[in-house]
């Protein structure tokens, strides 16, 4: 596993996200009113790995040499606390990966509806997830196509590469189905899943035909200054009308080869974050540099040039209301009965079961990936670190005054 995945003592960035957070949120909380889980992301990223959340002091076995580790945030949107977090749930989903073709498909929102998830993005972002997967399952129950159940993981990203927002969701399916009488497995053909154009019309209908139930019962109205206020019909009709006049963007990839390809996506995708830490390149306290890709122009990679209020602002954006899933599982992989489900399609493709799940300490997995034993001291070499203390989190300190008014705009 290369060390742009894993945190390894001698391939930390020398700018991380954290680093300019701490020194620009001060000025940015005095300029902008902050919802309370951008104020929540905000602190978590300051604190972490400081000594604000406390800690441990280990201690050499050889040479008494002292080295203190503070404790990381654990926020997902923390690019620094994510590396582990993806690796141990990529591992836990091998077990259910059947050994057969999965594809990639990809639904992307509109930008017309930026705005509204600007002030309803838990709404928004739930009739993606709800309009996705009933369009796949509806396709692949069709015998035209399949006729049975598949399978489907679904993870939601927020952003561009130039930290825009840009909704979509990336979708891992099943190569094939299950019989709808539970019977047999329906093989699927190598060379085509269904087809994008009538996935991206079905999905359409349907994300539509959702908002318009959710503007009936009076969920997309706006009560803050600045908010697109959706319970005026004049303006909600004029947004169905550019929703309706514009073909919303489907594709499938190639099939992923196997389970191990799927592996290797998943733990790519599921916990990244709007920008890592490997993407800044500078920051002289003003202004932020980082790389990025033009999709629209050939996949140049380029350099962007932000302020730094600019810079939060757009990663900000893409932090997710609480509580919000943003991995979710449906049919043959939806989380209720999917063993008892997945156990029956290994039957019937004469598959073995997988093995048991090896429980593993941090220290042992980042060995095993990383070649790093971070229990050796780094002075002698020959000892191990051994906790003798836990340290106590510092009192936090009094929060720095908002501005008031609306929040930042999309």
């Not at 006049?245 to 733990?267: C, H, R």
């Not at 990025?292 to 122009?297: F, P, V």
Request: aromatic residues 8%; hydrophobic residues 35%.
């Amino acid at each position: 596993m290369s060390c742009a995945s894993h945190e390894r003592p001698d391939c930390r960035p020398a700018l991380e996200l954290a680093d300019i957070v701490r020194a620009s949120e001060r000025d940015y909380r005095a300029a902008h009113r902050l919802p309370g889980h951008h104020d929540r992301v905000l602190r978590a990223l300051v604190n972490c790995r400081t000594a604000a959340l406390g800690g441990f002091k280990y201690q050499c076995d050889t040479c008494d040499h002292v080295t203190i580790q503070y404790a990381s945030c654990r926020n997902r949107h923390c690019p620094r606390c994510q590396t582990l977090a993806g690796t141990r749930w990529v591992e836990r989903q091998c077990k259910d990966l059947l050994d057969i073709d999965y594809w990639h498909t990809v639904f992307t929102l509109p930008h017309e509806l930026n705005r509204v998830a600007q002030w309803h993005p838990r709404l928004v972002y739930n009739l993606l997830f709800q309009a996705a997967s009933r369009t796949l399952l509806e396709f692949g129950r069709n015998p035209r196509w399949l006729g049975g159940n598949i399978g489907i993981t679904m993870v939601l990203h927020t952003w561009g590469q130039n930290l825009s927002r840009h909704i979509h969701v990336h979708c891992i399916v099943t190569g094939g189905a299950q019989s709808l009488d539970g019977q047999r497995w329906i093989a699927g053909n190598k060379q085509f899943l269904f087809p994008t154009r009538a996935l991206s019309r079905v999905f359409r209908g349907k994300y539509i035909d959702a908002l318009e139930k959710a503007q009936r019962a009076g969920k997309l109205s706006c009560l803050e200054e600045g908010g697109l206020d959706l319970d005026n019909s004049d303006t909600f009709d004029t947004l169905l009308t550019q929703l309706r006049s514009q073909d919303w963007v489907v594709y499938a990839k190639p099939p992923f080869a196997g389970a191990e390809k799927v592996v290797s996506y998943l733990g790519r995708y599921t916990h990244r974050v709007a920008i890592s830490n490997h993407r800044l390149i500078g920051f002289d306290g003003k202004r932020v540099r980082f790389r990025w890709r033009d999709y629209a122009h050939g996949n140049k990679q380029k350099v962007m040039d932000l302020s730094a209020d600019e810079f939060i602002r757009r990663f900000l954006l893409h932090v997710l209301p609480r509580g919000l899933m943003r991995i979710r599982h449906y049919g043959l992989q939806a989380n209720r009965d999917r063993h008892k489900r997945l156990t029956q399609c290994r039957k019937l493709l004469g598959q073995a079961e997988p093995a048991a799940e090896n429980k593993e300490t941090v220290e042992q997995m980042m060995l095993r990936l990383t070649g790093v034993d971070i229990t050796a001291c780094p002075a002698c070499k020959t000892g191990k670190l051994r906790q003798t203390q836990s340290l106590l989190p510092l009192r936090p300190s009094k929060p720095t005054p908002q501005a008031t008014g609306p929040p930042a705009d999309a």
